[in-house]
């Protein structure tokens, strides 16, 4: 605060004292003074002061991975919604193929001075990937909220699915219908909420007596293509039941154990996660494990809002309950006859 007292103060040729006055809104400076400073901010990089971002202050960021995946676009209605509701207007943000990275859409955002940013599936859940942005968003203290699991040295608040709970629900399902060859159809090695389920299903396994190794487990892309690659190799391994780090993901597993022959859900089980748009109109009914998607949206717009009022907001996480959502595409396990 001291070096950009007086960085400022430098540039438009004042005294701390009143630049000072100016960021903190103060009576008794004119409006040529409070245009100077600000602008001087501006050029300088520095972030303005809430109070003092005037129209622009009603704009929040809302930074999307995709919008194919139909949990997406639920999830930016309510974010969307909650946000209307407190006056603010969500500034929607998608990455593509060739296109904006996430990075390019934070400076993006911090150029036009928003109040605030809400990310989901963002690339703080990947370990390998480069989080200097963030680090960027941390320095210009611009209020910030993460939706679901995040690499451990980001201190942004966090809104999260209880992703060892889901794991628990799929993995205690299964094994209720009789399954013990149990495959994991994860996200890339790198995703935290994915590393979490395979690591509580490991720990499931061990205590319940289940199969589980190296080859339990595939990692895929997000995909309906990915799923079905990464569910082919399971497949072929002889797993009776599959758990999905996505409804995508568990139906491109559907499809990979159609083209081997076999039937869901008789010969094979498939269980998803998410619980995203038509997973009830599939054929089968898609088990899955369901995202509390509003309670999460609304948590994170007041997570936001608060910090944008400068509340006093902990970096924690707020872990949300899911639910098994128990359709047609799980079934008991297939016994074996005994040999005479």
Known sequence: MTRRLAEV???????????????????GVSDATRDAVLTALDVLGYERP???????????????????????????????????????????????????????????????????????????????????????ILERRLPTVLVNAAVEHLSFPQVSCDDVAAAEMAAGHLRALGHERIGMVMGPSDHMPSRRKLDTFA????????????ESVEHAMFSLEGGHAAAARLVRRGFTGLICASDLLALGAVRAARRAGLTVPR??????????ALMNCTDPPLTTVRQPID?????????????????????????????LVVRASTAPAIRKPLAA
Do not use: W
């Open 9 to 27: 103060a430098k540039k438009v040729g004042m005294s701390e004292a009143t630049v000072s006055r100016v960021l903190n809104g103060k009576r």
């Open 50 to 136: 809430t109070r003092l971002r005037g129209d622009r202050a009603r704009l929040v960021g809302l930074v999307l991975p995709e919008l194919q995946n139909p949990i997406f676009p639920a999830f930016a209605e309510v974010v969307g919604g909650a946000l209307a509701q407190q006056g603010f207007t969500s500034v929607l943000c998608t990455r593509t193929v060739g296109g904006v990275s996430e990075s390019e859409y934070v400076d993006l955002l911090l150029s036009q001075h928003v109040s605030g940013v809400v990310f989901a599936g963002g690339m703080y859940a990947q370990g390998d990937a480069s989080h200097e942005h963030y680090e960027r």
């Open 203 to 214: 720990a499931y396994a061990q205590v319940h007596g289940l199969e589980f190794g190296p």
């Open 267 to 276: 010969d094979i089980s498939v269980i998803g996660y998410d619980d995203s």
């Open 295 to 323: 309670a999460m949206g609304r948590a994170a717009v007041d997570l936001l809002i608060a910090q944008i009022d400068a509340a006093a907001v902990q970096g924690d996480e707020l872990l949300f309950e899911p639910e």
